[in-house]
């Protein structure tokens, strides 16, 4: 699952998307704008690897790991670092990036993750935006933490409500929506999908049960920047909006009804409402977030 990282999806439980067919459609956008992703979500990147703590001597195992940005930065941290994603583009992506890496595919939910890259329980583990889609959360956090040390420590991102959080539905998203003829469902919070632990009290319970303990929720929040070199980010953004699921049906369903001017239209429509977020000469979303902390408990 990207980087996991994959922002504006739907969410109901039997949703085609979260499956390992439904990622492997999904990844090529993402793959192909990697290096695009990895600037809008820096602040995000800084802070979970500000809070783990990579170094040397330490064993760390990134959950959906998607192109490999938590990889890198802990292979140069000098950690052994060990990648699990279930969209194979997703898997080549990290192998290219990081070669020092250990990149699997695989379902972190039940994936025996210590037969595919054996070796000494992990130290850390991290994630960004790659542990909301489980069907069964308990079951894969208690799966993960199998594989953790003792006093080992889990750092994860993962997005809080539709509400606080443009890049859902809205800043260019919901022009193209508005033409598709079965558009997303919106993203419901309990559910898997980008905002399945937007309920702080759910995400807790969930973590109790599979038994992680010294669990801390803290609110991050931030400004997603998506101007780069100078530029106003519209471009950017537009990108960013196409390679999502809404971006990916309006481009399979719009472009075979729609001529090159309505199509050219549509997408100057939508960049005039990603224009409605430009403050201080660029695209400037805010991102409201969870930065969540937990210990698997020592014996």
């Known amino acids: 699952m990207p980087e996991n990282e994959k922002d504006d ?33 820096a602040p995000v990147t800084k802070a979970i690897v500000d809070a783990a703590k990579f170094g040397s001597n330490q064993r760390a195992l990134d959950i959906g790991c998607g192109a490999g940005t938590l990889l890198e930065a802990g292979v140069k941290a000098g950690t052994e670092m060990v990648g699990i994603d279930i969209a194979p583009a997703m898997v080549d992506a990290a192998r ?3 070669p020092a890496a250990t990149v699997l595919i695989g379902d972190a939910q039940t994936m025996d993750i210590g037969a595919a890259a054996p070796g000494a329980p992990f130290e850390r583990i991290v994630s960004r935006f790659g542990v909301m889609f489980f069907d069964d959360p308990v079951a894969a956090f208690t799966n993960i933490r199998g594989f953790t040390a003792p006093g080992g420590r889990m750092v994860f991102a993962c997005w809080r409500s539709v509400d606080e959080n443009p890049t859902f539905g809205r800043a260019g998203t919901e022009v193209l ?24 009290d759910y995400l807790a319970g ?28 519209v471009e950017e953004r537009l990108t960013m909006v196409l390679s999502t699921t809404t971006g990916r049906l309006a ?35 805010p991102g409201a977030m969870w930065l969540v902390t937990a210990t698997n408990r020592v014996d």
């Open 9 to 41: 999806e739907t969410v109901p439980e039997t949703n085609a998307r979260y499956t390992a067919d439904g990622w492997a459609e999904a990844a090529s956008g993402w793959v192909a704008n990697e290096a695009l992703f990895d600037s809008v979500y």
């Open 96 to 98: 290219h990036r990081t």
């Open 177 to 200: 929506a508005a033409e598709l003829s079965d558009p997303p469902a919106p993203p419901a919070p309990g559910q898997p999908g980008p905002v399945a632990f937007a309920d702080s």
């Open 206 to 233: 969930v973590l109790d049960k599979a038994e992680w303990s010294d669990v801390k929720i803290n609110p991050f929040d931030t400004t997603l920047e998506h101007g780069v070199d100078g530029s106003d980010g």
């Open 251 to 285: 481009a399979d369903e719009l472009r075979g009804r729609l001529d090159d001017a309505a199509w050219a239209e549509l997408l100057e429509r939508t960049r005039e409402s990603i224009r409605s977020y430009i403050s201080g000469g660029s695209v400037k979303l």
